[in-house]
């Protein structure tokens, strides 16, 4: 039986876009982690191995969350993990082994990605649409002061294992959703075992806590 919950964040955000996630979870053990790739020079690998240790330090059955490129991260982390019970990929890259982020999106980021090449890293412009467009204003604004360069190494690298092949899924795709078209989500929700849906934009933790915490629920 699955005891506890992993939450892992997507591109440019941290643990703490989950906070009012986690505290609609109060009564069931709940981890959220920061990827190393969104201090803006680690890589996917190190995501994966973030996602290992906080799994194997949880060390029971835990359904794992991904929002974003967080998808990639739990794909290539939980695989493989014998804490690893089941993944709930939010509005996130479900991809097959051999698959890049860059690869999803043909090589081209969409105009509101600011890269800075001599950095090696990518960061979110526009936010209060691209990311937050059903958020308070307030939430939006707050949330983007947060926001921290990733490295673009991370979106690069393809994956090399899929956890979604042996694992029980659940795919949420955010219909609304201005950064991850919900055609995509559609096509990629074909992968999972189950398919929820919600009319929220890319960021259901900040402006839909409650839905998102409802799916998690039945998920476990």
């Not at 204003?137 to 393809?158: F, Y």
Request: glycine share 6%; hydrophobic share 45%.
């Amino acid at each position: 039986m699955i005891g506890a919950v992993l939450l892992v964040p997507g591109s440019w955000h941290g643990a703490w876009c989950y906070d009012a996630v986690a505290e609609r979870l109060a009564d069931l053990r709940v981890v959220a982690i920061d990827l190393p790739s969104n201090e803006g020079t680690s890589g996917l690998a190190d995501d994966a191995a973030a996602v290992r240790a906080a799994l194997d330090a949880i060390g029971e059955p835990t359904l794992v969350v991904g929002h974003s490129y967080g998808g990639i991260a739990i794909s290539e982390g939980a695989a493989g993990s014998p804490h690893a019970g089941a993944l709930v990929y939010l509005c996130a890259f479900m991809l097959e082994p051999g698959q890049a982020l860059l690869d999803a999106l043909q090589h081209e980021l969409p105009p509101w990605i600011a890269i800075d090449e001599t950095a090696g890293s990518h960061l979110a412009q526009n936010t209060e649409q691209s990311l937050y467009a059903d958020c308070r204003a307030d939430v939006a604004r707050a949330s983007a002061a947060r926001l921290t360069p990733q490295s673009v190494a991370a979106i690069a690298t393809p994956q090399t294992v899929a956890a979604w092949q042996a694992l029980p899924s659940t795919y949420v795709v955010c219909e609304q959703d201005q950064a991850v078209p919900p055609s995509a989500q559609e096509a990629m929700a074909s992968r999972a075992a189950t398919v929820k849906r919600l009319p929220s934009s890319h960021s259901p933790f900040l402006a839909r806590p409650d839905d998102v915490a409802a799916i998690v629920r039945r998920a476990l």
